[in-house]
């Protein structure tokens, strides 16, 4: 069952180191509240998102009425997460986790040791429906790709390609799912919760009009990153997705991958080969050396750092449409 802490509570269920650690961002609900200010008299749900792009869903949607914080530390990879003894408290004590099921296993052992009654897994509302692709395919409908047996780090459970708050209208989705489960948890405020949950659509909307124009008249269709985390966002918006390393960022490409992807990128005329930022960006400026391309990054929002090029979800992907017009060449 759910239940409304105290802020005395929260703040010593977190403690001080783990509050420093889990805010070492821009958790400023979480992290600017500790004086007393706030405006729900005093009680405010706790909630714990696993990586970036579901703390910003459910801090828009909490408001100042629950504090949200992140198991995904600012610049980490969160495929890679671990979690530490003070960290799986926190899931345990928290009033919701917000998680995708499959993607950072550490979470998903603490959700089951933890917090099974207290868990939402966006997976359903993300509506997953593009498969995980390999290294050197591309993703696109089209093309009858497969998934090569052995999940890697980086697709779900059920072989899906689990990025899917690359595209706004499926991260708008996971708001109402957020905001049906708070308004349940703490029903005094269910309709602030709503609410929150219809602005951030609102501006998702908006973001997706955006990127919707943007890309609507492109000389190339051909979206070549380094780590294939752009198939939602290439499938909303029209264009072909080829990562050459698949889909786990770390993995080092062999030189076969290179020099698929690199014939890829000429056969398509590709003029930019994208990387991103939490990476080192050898492998895509490799490719882009090889074919006589540009390099630019795309950042695929796995976490939010100084060196993201926007203060939060919104500003980070509109300056991908920015790299996506130039690089494509849109009109
Ligand atoms: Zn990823």
Avoid at 56 to 61: K, L
Avoid at 175 to 187: M, S, Y
Avoid at 313 to 326: F, H, I, P
Wanted: charged share 20%; proline share 5%; aromatic share 6%.
């Amino acid at each position: 069952m759910f239940f409304v802490i105290r802020r005395a509570a929260a703040a010593r269920r977190f403690g001080a180191v783990a509050l420093a650690g889990l805010c070492a961002g821009s958790l400023l609900t979480a992290c600017g509240s500790e004086a007393g200010s706030g405006s729900g008299g005093g009680d405010r749900l706790s909630v714990v998102a696993a990586f970036y792009p579901l703390q910003y869903a459910a801090e828009r949607v909490a408001g100042d009425t629950a504090n949200v914080v992140n198991l995904t530390k600012p610049g980490a990879e969160p495929h890679d997460l671990e979690l530490s003894p003070r960290a799986v408290g926190t899931v345990s004590q928290a009033d919701l986790v917000v998680y995708l099921r499959g993607l950072q296993p550490a979470v998903d052992s603490a959700v089951n040791q933890e917090a099974g009654d207290h868990s939402l897994d966006v997976t359903g509302a993300a509506k997953l429906t593009l498969p995980a692709p390999s290294a050197g395919e591309s993703g696109h409908a089209d093309h009858g790709n497969h998934v090569e047996g052995g999940e890697g780090a980086d697709s779900v459970a059920s072989g899906k390609d689990p990025h899917f708050w690359l595209d706004p209208v499926r991260l708008a989705a996971v708001g109402d799912a957020i905001a049906d489960r708070l308004a349940g948890a703490d029903p005094a405020h269910a309709g602030a919760f709503r609410a929150n949950a219809a602005r951030l659509r609102t501006d998702l909307t908006t973001l997706d009009r955006e990127f919707r124009a943007g890309l609507a008249t492109c000389r190339n269709h051909d979206l070549v990153t380094s780590h294939a985390a752009f198939g939602y966002l290439a499938h909303r918006y029209g264009l072909t997705q080829f990562g050459i390393t698949g889909l786990s960022p770390e993995q080092e490409p062999s030189p076969a991958e290179l020099s698929s992807a690199a014939t890829f990128a000429r056969k398509h005329d590709v003029r930019t080969i994208y990387h991103e930022t939490l990476v080192s960006p050898a492998v895509a400026k490799t490719v882009a050396r090889e074919t006589g391309a540009g390099s630019a990054v795309l950042d695929p929002l796995e976490g939010l750092t100084s060196q993201s090029a926007g203060k939060d979800y919104l500003a980070v992907m509109r300056a991908n449409l920015a790299a996506l017009r130039k690089g494509q060449d849109c009109s």
